[in-house]
Every structure is written in C-alpha cells, then in structure tokens.
C-alpha cells in the first residue's frame, strides 16, 4: 500500500486512513500520520 502523499504536512511522509460503511453513509474511523517510510 502507498499512501504517500504531498497534502500531508511536511514533517509527515505518510497518511494512512480507514473508512467504513455506516447505513450508506461512509465514515472515517482512523486517520494516522506517519513519519517513517518503509
């Protein structure tokens, strides 16, 4: 999975999120910057 991306903040070289399904609707459940890069 590569979730690196430009709209993080700089110190930040990765964001990782899940979603789920919530009677239609979809609903963040974790939003987790990372700093490392494996």
Not at 6 to 28: E, M
């Amino acid at each position: 999975m590569d979730g690196s991306f430009k709209s993080v903040p700089q110190w930040y070289q990765q964001l990782f999120t899940i979603y789920f399904f919530v009677a239609g609707n979809l609903v963040p459940e974790s939003v987790v910057y990372v700093q490392g890069q494996s």
